[in-house]
């Protein structure tokens, strides 16, 4: 039986209910893809998902209802949103860990770090007297201890300005 391919236009509903557990998974000329299995309007159908698609969809499994749109966020410029259905699970990645227990300073990505080091840099500026100049190794050093701080690897306490 030949298995129609589900084309997501952009800023559509596809309401899609989960056929297997598991995409198939291989690489071809392009790449590696993720070959996903569904039910759409009663018949079966296969998605290949980009990667950005697959991290939303791979945690659900076989019997999970979704809404995939593909949301055009600027021109010529898109995202995925996957919404469950009422009655299937939000389905997260399990939290990250250290040594197998729950570990809430490990949940920043990597743009919010980033956030953070430009906002500590920001301040770590804005603390010196700059009449004399600013000194890049001091402003470095206090860019550090900032970060520290919020890291929770220092106390506000322990700041040497």
Known sequence: MKRNTLKIMANTDNVVK?????PIEDTNAYGMYHL??????????????TDALHEKLKNFTKGDSINIRKEEYEAGKFGWNVVPEEGTPTRQSPPPSVNGSYNP?????????????QVCLKLAVQSMDTIGGIDSATVKLRMETLLD???????KEELPF
């Open 18 to 22: 989960f056929l297997y557990d598991t």
């Open 105 to 117: 300073t490990k949940t920043a990505d990597d743009r919010t770090l980033d956030i953070h080091r």
């Open 36 to 49: 996903y299995g569904f039910e759409k309007d009663g018949e079966e159908t296969g998605l290949f998902a």
């Open 149 to 155: 701080v919020l890291d929770g690897k220092k106390t």
